[in-house]
Nanobody, 123 residues
Framework: QVQLVESGGGLVQAGASLRLSCVASGGTFSMYGMGWFRQAPGKEREFVAAIGSGGSTNYADSVTGRFSISRDNAKNTINLQMNSLKPEDTAVYYC?????????????????WGQGTQVTVSS
């Protein structure tokens, strides 16, 4: 049974930084791709960033240059460093594990999800 637990969300002002973490349990963490998605009220869940089993990364255009995803296989953890936050980054952020080793930018590519952590950016 795979479990994903996010942490690090909060309320910050525009321009600030936050670091989200996701700890995984169950399965062999290093073999799988991992991703971050977010969902704002009234909107569909959208891709933010992903990291493959080999460390390759990709990002949504809206966060490129501001967000950075990383993984620590020894700790079964991925992190999302978010800098220069904007009010439009406000959402619940979800950690997810892919079905295989490759990443995906669509939700269907992920089989397990965390419960989410709220990020609120005030103007």
């Amino acid at each position: 049974q795979v479990q994903l637990v996010e942490s690090g969300g909060g309320l910050v002002q525009a321009g600030a930084s936050l670091r989200l973490s996701c700890v995984a349990s169950g399965g062999t963490f290093s073999m799988y791709g991992m991703g971050w998605f977010r969902q704002a009220p009234g909107k569909e869940r959208e891709f933010v960033a992903a990291i493959g089993s080999g460390g390759s990364t990709n990002y949504a255009d809206s966060v490129t240059g501001r967000f950075s995803i990383s993984r620590d296989n020894a700790k079964n953890t991925i992190n999302l460093q978010m800098n220069s936050l904007k009010p439009e980054d406000t959402a619940v952020y979800y950690c997810a594990r892919t079905i295989g080793s490759r990443t995906s930018h669509i939700t269907a590519g992920y089989a397990w999800w965390g419960q989410g952590t709220q990020v609120t950016v005030s103007s």
